[in-house]
């Protein structure tokens, strides 16, 4: 119970709940510093854990939650798209190649030359998407301002006609529209949200270093399959099924991490996060398999020949 004591002797003038044994080691280790609120907030929703939750919100400082969003979860989605894309992509391609009966040099250079060029594909395009929709929900936001400022009043009842849609009646409604059209920033960001259904970007929302990280993490993940084929060279004597083997081996291995790690950060449920992607990743690599044992042995075209 001496961890326990230390809590409440840390904030006497909260009465938490009494801690559950899994909470009470949660909340006295020092391991939950660098993870934001809402993450402990979410492990103690998958615990059930009262006393958890309690903590994570009158505890735990909301400047460690900004600094650990910025720095470890702003990119998590491009790093997860990227990396899926890579692997599966280039995966896809070397079981095509391979169910074509192409040799291992004409394997490297289709997997290094479809690697780069989707990469830069992928990298610029997530770029280039989230800049458009940048740029278009700014301008979005400009309109608002402007009919903020040119007719209030239209807005406000705009408001309160959504929220009693929602289920607020009209006098809850028009009170709290009234208080906040006083701060004309905060009002014009909820109408985004609330009428539009648009998030407004950060001020440091950078689209093009979220391409580039889409390209690195494509880069990195999609060197997977080939890296056996890249350490054994063309002339290692190694049998070709050995090196699919190994590439299967290493690719089925990263497909299992990329989705625990999908599932960890969506709150999901691991096992089941890293079976979908497995299985996701070999139903696609199954599909180019085969189609290189349709060409290769139906239409009687054989690349290595050649």
């Not at 961890?3 to 909260?14: C, L, N």
């Not at 391979?98 to 990469?119: P, R």
């Not at 009234?178 to 004309?184: E, G, S």
């Not at 080939?226 to 590439?247: N, R």
Request: aromatic share 8%; glycine share 10%.
């Amino acid at each position: 119970m001496a961890r326990v004591v230390e809590m409440s002797d840390a904030a006497p003038s909260i009465a938490p709940p009494t801690p559950t044994r899994n909470s009470t080691h949660s909340m006295a280790g020092g391991g939950l510093s660098p993870q934001s609120r809402s993450q402990v907030a979410r492990k103690a929703c998958s615990r059930d854990d009262s006393a958890l939750s309690r903590w994570a919100h009158d505890k735990l400082s909301l400047e460690v939650a900004k600094e650990s969003h910025s720095k470890v979860g702003e990119h998590v989605k491009s790093i997860v798209f990227g990396g899926l894309d890579g692997i599966i992509t280039t995966f896809a391609v070397i079981s095509g190649a391979v169910g074509g009966g192409l040799s291992v040099d004409v394997i490297l250079i289709l997997g290094f030359s479809n690697l780069i060029a989707d990469g830069f594909s992928m990298g610029f395009g997530d770029a280039l998407s989230s800049k458009a929709e940048n740029e278009y929900i700014l301008s979005e936001k400009k309109r608002e301002e402007w009919e903020f400022d040119n007719y209030k009043e239209g807005e406000i009842k705009e408001m309160v006609k959504l929220y009693q849609e929602r289920g607020m009646n009209a006098e809850d409604a028009e009170c709290v529209i009234l208080k906040m059209a006083k701060y004309r920033d905060f009002f014009v960001d909820v109408m985004m949200k609330e009428e539009l259904e648009l998030q407004v970007p950060g001020e440091d929302d950078n689209p093009w270093k979220s391409g580039a990280v889409t390209f690195l993490a494509f880069l990195a993940f999609g060197m997977v399959p080939l890296l056996v084929y890249a350490a054994a060279g063309t002339s290692s004597g190694v049998a070709d099924s050995t090196l699919f083997a190994i590439s299967c081996g290493l690719t089925m291995c990263t497909f299992v991490v990329l989705g625990v790690v999908k599932a960890y950060i969506a709150g999901q449920n691991l096992i089941r996060g890293g079976a979908e992607i497995l299985a996701m990743g070999t139903f696609t690599a199954g599909i180019a398999y085969s189609l290189g044992l349709f060409v290769h042995d139906a239409l009687g075209v054989d690349v290595s020949d050649k």
